[in-house]
Nanobody, 118 residues
Framework: QVQLVESGGGLVQAGGSLKLSCTAS????????MAWYRQAPGEQRQLVAH???????LYGDSVKGRFTISRDIAKNTVYLQMNSLKPEDTAVYYC????????????WGKGTLVTVSA
C-alpha cells in the first residue's frame, strides 16, 4: 500500500505564488509517474501536470507557462510550483502516483485546498 500526503495549500491573492508538495510512502514500485490534479466545486477532476519517471512532463492547457512540476526521486516527493495564480485556479489539488507496470495501481492523496482571491 502507498500513502500520499499533500501540503502547501492555502489562501493567496491573484498574481501570487504557492508551492505544493506531495510525499509518497509505503510499498512504492520503482517505476512510477506522479501527477497533480485539481477539482473545483461542481466540476470534474482535471489534470494539472504529470511527470513520468524519466522526467518528461505534461501540463493542462490552462496552467502552461505558469505552473511547473518537479520531482525528487530520492525523497519520493513531487512538487508543483504555481505562479501568476488566478481566481479560477481555486480548487482542491490532489496528488496521484501511478505504478508503471502491467496491472499497476493508482494511488491518490486526500488533497490540499488552494484558494486564490481576486
Amino acid at each position: 500500500q502507498v500513502q500520499l500526503v499533500e501540503s502547501g495549500g492555502g489562501l493567496v491573492q491573484a498574481g501570487g505564488s504557492l508551492k505544493l508538495s506531495c510525499t509518497a510512502s509505503g510499498n512504492i514500485f520503482s517505476r512510477n509517474a506522479m501527477a497533480w490534479y485539481r477539482q473545483a466545486p461542481g466540476e470534474q477532476r482535471q489534470l494539472v501536470a504529470h511527470m513520468h519517471d524519466d522526467t518528461s512532463t505534461l501540463y493542462g492547457d490552462s496552467v502552461k507557462g505558469r505552473f511547473t512540476i518537479s520531482r525528487d526521486i530520492a525523497k519520493n516527493t513531487v512538487y508543483l510550483q504555481m505562479n501568476s495564480l488566478k481566481p479560477e485556479d481555486t480548487a482542491v489539488y490532489y496528488c496521484k502516483l501511478s505504478e508503471l507496470r502491467h496491472g499497476g495501481m493508482d494511488y491518490w492523496g486526500k488533497g490540499t485546498l488552494v484558494t486564490v482571491s481576486a
